[in-house]
C-alpha cells in the first residue's frame, strides 16, 4: 500500500469589484500546487506541532492596472477557519500577507480596515471580510499597483488522515476595489 498524501492548494482567483472604475487584477499563479507529499513527512511535522506541516510558504505576485489613478483596497473572498485566516482543506488553514507593494513606481504602505489609528504598515494580513487599503508615499491615489502575497499554509495536529490520498483545497477570489480617497 502506498503512503503517499496529495496537497493542492487552488483557485486563487482575482476580480474587479468597482465596475465603474476600470481596472484589471492578476495574480502570478492561481494555482499552487504542493503535488504529491509523502505521508509519513506529513505525519512527522504534524505530531511536532510544525504549523506548515511540511508545506513552504509560497509568495505570488499580485498587479492591478487602472485606467484612473484611485485609491484602492484589496480584499480575499473565501471560507474563513477563524478571524485571521481562510480554510484550507477539512481541517487546515492559510493566513495571506501582503507585502512589498509599490503603487506607481513608489514605495507603498497598507492600512487595515476598521483599525485604529491607521497604522502605515509595509506588510499586512488579509484576514477574512476585512479590506486592506494600499496607499503610495507622498499620496492618496494610483494607476499601477505591484505587491507580494504571501501563502502560509497550516495544519494542526491531527489533520492528517489514514487514507492514502486527499486533496487539500482552498477556494477564494480576491477583489480589488477603488474607493474614495
Request: charged share 25%; with cysteine.
Given at each position: 500500500?502506498?503512503?503517499?498524501?496529495?496537497?493542492?492548494?487552488?483557485?486563487?482567483?482575482?476580480?474587479?469589484?468597482?465596475?465603474?472604475?476600470?481596472?484589471?487584477?492578476?495574480?502570478?499563479?492561481?494555482?499552487?500546487?504542493?503535488?504529491?507529499?509523502?505521508?509519513?513527512?506529513?505525519?512527522?511535522?504534524?505530531?511536532?506541532?510544525?504549523?506548515?506541516?511540511?508545506?513552504?510558504?509560497?509568495?505570488?505576485?499580485?498587479?492591478?492596472?487602472?485606467?484612473?489613478?484611485?485609491?484602492?483596497?484589496?480584499?480575499?473572498?473565501?471560507?474563513?477557519?477563524?478571524?485571521?485566516?481562510?480554510?484550507?482543506?477539512?481541517?487546515?488553514?492559510?493566513?495571506?500577507?501582503?507585502?512589498?507593494a509599490t503603487l506607481d513606481g513608489?514605495?507603498?504602505?497598507?492600512?487595515?480596515?476598521?483599525?485604529?489609528?491607521?497604522?502605515?504598515?509595509?506588510?499586512?494580513?488579509?484576514?477574512?471580510?476585512?479590506?486592506?487599503?494600499?496607499?503610495?508615499?507622498?499620496?492618496?491615489?494610483?494607476?499601477?499597483?505591484?505587491?507580494?502575497?504571501?501563502?502560509?499554509?497550516?495544519?494542526?495536529?491531527?489533520?492528517?488522515?489514514?487514507?492514502?490520498?486527499?486533496?487539500?483545497?482552498?477556494?477564494?477570489?480576491?477583489?480589488?476595489?477603488?474607493?474614495?480617497?
Amino acid at each position: 500500500m502506498s503512503k503517499w498524501s496529495l496537497l493542492v492548494l487552488a483557485a486563487l482567483s482575482a476580480g474587479v469589484a468597482a465596475e465603474e472604475r476600470r481596472c484589471a487584477l492578476t495574480v502570478s499563479s492561481p494555482h499552487l500546487d504542493y503535488g504529491v507529499v509523502p505521508l509519513a513527512a506529513l505525519r512527522e511535522h504534524v505530531g511536532r506541532g510544525v504549523l506548515g506541516a511540511g508545506l513552504e510558504a509560497r509568495v505570488l505576485s499580485l498587479q492591478a492596472v487602472c485606467d484612473q489613478p484611485q485609491a484602492l483596497a484589496l480584499r480575499f473572498n473565501g471560507p474563513a477557519a477563524d478571524a485571521a485566516s481562510f480554510r484550507f482543506g477539512p481541517q487546515g488553514s492559510v493566513r495571506l500577507v501582503l507585502r512589498s507593494a509599490t503603487l506607481d513606481g513608489r514605495a507603498a504602505y497598507f492600512r487595515l480596515e476598521g483599525e485604529a489609528g491607521g497604522e502605515r504598515l509595509r506588510s499586512a494580513p488579509l484576514r477574512p471580510g476585512q479590506r486592506v487599503y494600499v496607499y503610495p508615499d507622498g499620496g492618496e491615489t494610483g494607476r499601477a499597483l505591484q505587491l507580494e502575497l504571501e501563502v502560509r499554509p497550516a495544519l494542526p495536529a491531527g489533520a492528517v488522515p489514514s487514507w492514502e490520498r486527499e486533496r487539500w483545497r482552498m477556494d477564494g477570489v480576491f477583489e480589488l476595489e477603488a474607493v474614495d480617497a
